[in-house]
């Protein structure tokens, strides 16, 4: 009689290893589809084929009805994953223990923090194109708090302080957006070695601009100092509205699985373990350029989601380390007790379990962009037309859209694109903050 239970735990574990797979396995069609351009069949996709509304699949469904222009149905998805961030925020000690015994997805995800932070800046960029700026407005104080609850340190994200200070500015909240701008600078100073980037120039000349503006005379001579902006003076604006274009380019890395051999002293012997890696190493970012009827203006990079997800992933590597050495011990130890109680076969038997329950913890937000680009230019009050252009490694354009934008004197129009693969352009709504006037 125990035999056959032990045949029939071996049968059903085989067919558990078969069926075994990361989250990075599961959603690879929709991944591949997104990379081709095809964000609506994405969709589809991750519906079909999601079995819980968990953090990550929101996370995904929010980008994803973002960049189909469903920006309502984006912030219900978020809104659903941020709540669902905030239940998880205490991670309970059941699932850690529970951890140690099956693998790292057993512990809810709740995100990376950067990803965290990403929640309210595109839910804030939703209600930028929905015209509410109010809303925007309370997803950027929320992000704040999110960002000061990590501890007397914040781990800060420096495109969301400048986003930050875009946003007060377009409700012509002068001293908000010019203390964002600062936290900006600095952050981007912090930053450079785990973000990757350098303070944007565009940025210099924001809060520069705002302290000239408020006639903070000895604070603009020493930022134009350490800024290396000796030579700045501000531009003339009058009768002019500005366009503020943000692009969301490519798409981020996605956690692979490896499987490696490691030595275990508590056992004396070899042991197997899964871990999650980025296998392959950082793409070229492709460059957008804007041309506009007085010539050309190359976006530029304000946010490296990709850095920052292979930062994250390497400050977590010792921890996944520990943890799956001694996950693999105690999975060794429970095989000899099997053999002890129930023979070779017991021991089979779990060992088949062991390797089929032992997988890489491989989730992420992984439709988000490779990275975020900027531009901010002043233009005349009325209708323009405007062209993006996707440049190439050669220099060569690779894609291209033309976009019709309405720009007021004294006001910011906001234009917010995505782009993944060439002919993934989807007609843009653009926003412009038509219910406050900034005065400069």
């Known amino acids: 009689m125990l035999t056959r239970v032990i045949s029939l735990l071996v049968i059903c574990t085989i067919l558990t290893l078969q069926g075994c797979a990361t989250r990075a396995q599961k959603s690879a069609p929709m991944r591949a589809l997104l990379q081709q351009g095809y964000a ?16 990550m699949v929101n996370m995904n469904r929010g980008m994803l009805r973002r960049i189909t222009r469903d920006f309502e149905g984006s912030n219900r998805a978020l809104e659903a994953a941020k709540k669902e961030i905030d239940a998880l925020y205490a991670t309970s ?15 809810s995800f709740q995100g990376e923090r950067f990803e965290q932070v990403l929640v309210h800046a595109y839910k804030a960029l939703n209600y930028v194109a929905l015209g509410d700026l109010d809303a925007a407005r309370v997803e950027v104080l929320q992000s704040d708090v999110k960002m ?47 973000h990757g980037l350098v303070i944007p120039l565009q940025l210099k000349h924001d809060l520069l601009r705002l302290l000239a ?3 903070l005379w000895n604070e603009l001579k020493r930022y134009k100092k350490s800024l290396a902006m000796e030579k700045w ?60 009827e007085g010539g050309t203006r190359y976006l530029e990079t ?6 920052l997800a292979r930062s994250a992933l390497a400050s977590h590597m010792p921890a996944l380390t520990l943890r799956a050495i001694a996950r693999a011990v105690a999975k060794k130890k429970m095989e000899h007790q099997a053999k002890d109680k129930s023979g070779g076969l017991g021991q089979l038997a779990m060992f088949l379990a062991n390797t089929a329950s ?29 062209r993006l252009e996707v440049v190439g490694g050669a220099g060569g354009v690779i ?42």
Request: no cysteine; charged share 25%.
């Open 358 to 386: 032992e997988i890489a913890d491989t989730r992420g937000w992984n439709t988000l962009p490779q990275v975020i680009q900027l531009v901010r230019v002043p233009l005349p009050e009325g209708e323009h037309r405007v």
């Open 302 to 307: 304000v946010e490296n989601i990709d850095g």
């Open 40 to 55: 609506a069949q994405a969709l589809s996709e991750l519906e079909k084929n999601s079995k819980t509304d968990d953090v």
């Open 233 to 292: 003076s501000a531009a003339k604006i009058r009768d002019q509205g500005e366009l503020v274009v943000l692009m969301h380019t490519g798409l981020v890395p996605q956690r692979q699985q490896t499987i490696l051999q490691t030595y275990a002293p508590d056992i004396s012997g070899m042991v197997r373990i899964a871990l999650p890696i980025y296998r392959e190493p950082p793409q070229p970012v492709h460059r957008i350029r804007l041309q506009l």
């Open 213 to 215: 503006k408020q006639k």
């Open 93 to 107: 000690v059941t699932e850690q223990l529970g951890s140690l015994v099956v693998n790292d997805e057993s512990i």
């Open 399 to 440: 894609d291209r859209i033309v976009l019709p934008v309405t720009v007021r004197a004294g006001q910011l129009t906001i234009l917010s694109e995505h782009w993944t693969a060439p002919g993934s352009w989807v007609l843009p709504l653009s926003a412009t903050t038509n219910t406050t006037q900034v005065t400069r």
């Open 148 to 194: 000061r609850e990590w501890g007397e340190t914040p781990e800060e994200d420096p495109f969301m302080r400048y986003l930050s200070g875009i946003l007060f500015e377009a409700l012509g909240e002068t001293d908000d957006a010019l203390i964002a701008y600062r936290k900006a600078v600095d952050i981007y100073k912090k930053t450079r070695d785990k």
